[in-house]
């Protein structure tokens, strides 16, 4: 609209001579001379063609095209245009249009335009509006830049997007390893004896009620291995162990018997601290002769070698 505005006006004051009719009785009114049709299309084409005008009407107050770089539509009338009549009360009017080919007022084409149509009024020095000026502006140029804005734009936004969605999943990422973590460690202390590492009384006790429970399950079935051995183990003298040695020293001894307890069995036997310095080791398809070879293999490596804590040896049965 800023832009039309100042060529019509501009393109006015320069062409007033030939524009403008003045009569002592209907005043001033606009009006062009056949004769300067040709002086008028010389000059928009020298002027105008590098600002993106492409077409230029020049409209009477009666609402007839008295000039134009269509010269098929000069003389005809256009009362019923409603942008027109705004423009004739003294509103510039614009709105965009697509077209798919233009004539520009050099005569040449222009192929998929994007145009502004606007209507500027013409107004005399002492402000009356003797007619209207429809220009018609060439802004495809814009939408190219526009979209050239748009692609840098959106991959501006999406570096930035995949940068912070790449942070969040990495933050994510390394908060749901160390929440996972963090419940592990939860589900552990939860099953483990604090001081040993084996497992404590009450994940003993769930463990022993799996095991009967499947032997019940599997009862009369002839399944060979249906059973459980169950070896309780209790570290003689302990009490005295702690007033000789001191309670360090007792729970060294309770973490040692554990490692060397936990050589003799098998993987998937479950060895738990049942009481203060009592055992309980489940033995999974194991028989009593089994049971009983277990035990004494454990008993012995327990009780074969010395202990040897804080400097003092000593023997634990």
């Not at 942008?83 to 233009?102: C, M, P, T, W, Y």
Request: proline fraction near 2%.
């Amino acid at each position: 609209e800023h832009v039309a505005t100042a060529i019509s006006k501009a393109f006015f004051e320069e062409s007033k001579d030939i524009l403008i009719e003045r009569d002592p009785v209907k005043g001033a009114t606009l009006h062009v001379n056949p004769a300067h049709f040709e002086e008028i299309k010389n000059h928009l084409k020298n002027h105008m063609a590098h600002l993106d005008v492409t077409r230029i009407k020049i409209i009477s107050k009666d609402a007839m095209v008295v000039y134009s770089t269509d010269p098929t539509i000069i003389g005809h009338v256009d009362r019923e245009n409603k942008n027109l009549r705004k423009a004739l009360q003294g509103e510039v009017v614009s709105f965009i249009k697509q077209k798919d080919s233009v004539s520009d007022i050099k005569g040449e084409t222009r192929y998929d335009v994007d145009m502004v149509e606007i209507y500027v009024p013409i107004k005399e020095n002492d402000g009356a509006i003797i007619g209207s000026f429809d220009v018609y502006l060439d802004i495809t140029r814009y939408r190219k830049g526009y979209q050239e804005v748009l692609k840098a734009s959106l991959a501006v936004v999406s570096c930035i997007l995949v940068f912070v969605f790449g942070f969040l999943y990495i933050l994510m990422k390394h908060g749901t390893r160390q929440l996972s973590m963090a419940q592990e460690e939860l589900r552990k202390a939860s099953v483990t004896d604090a001081l040993t590492g084996v497992f404590n009384r009450g994940h003993l006790m769930t463990r022993a009620r799996e095991e009967l429970s499947k032997i019940n399950r599997y009862k009369g079935k002839n399944k060979p291995d249906n059973s459980v051995g169950c070896i309780m183990i209790d570290i003689d003298h302990f009490k005295m162990i702690n007033d000789t040695y001191g309670h360090i020293a007792g729970d060294e001894v309770l973490k040692k018997v554990v490692n060397r307890m936990k050589s003799c069995i098998r993987e998937y036997d479950v060895i738990g601290r049942y009481g203060g310095e009592e055992f309980l080791i489940l033995l999974p398809g194991t028989g009593i002769e089994n049971t009983r070879v277990m035990a004494t293999r454990i008993w012995e490596a327990v009780r074969e070698k010395p202990f040897t804590v804080k400097g003092s040896s000593f023997k634990v049965t």
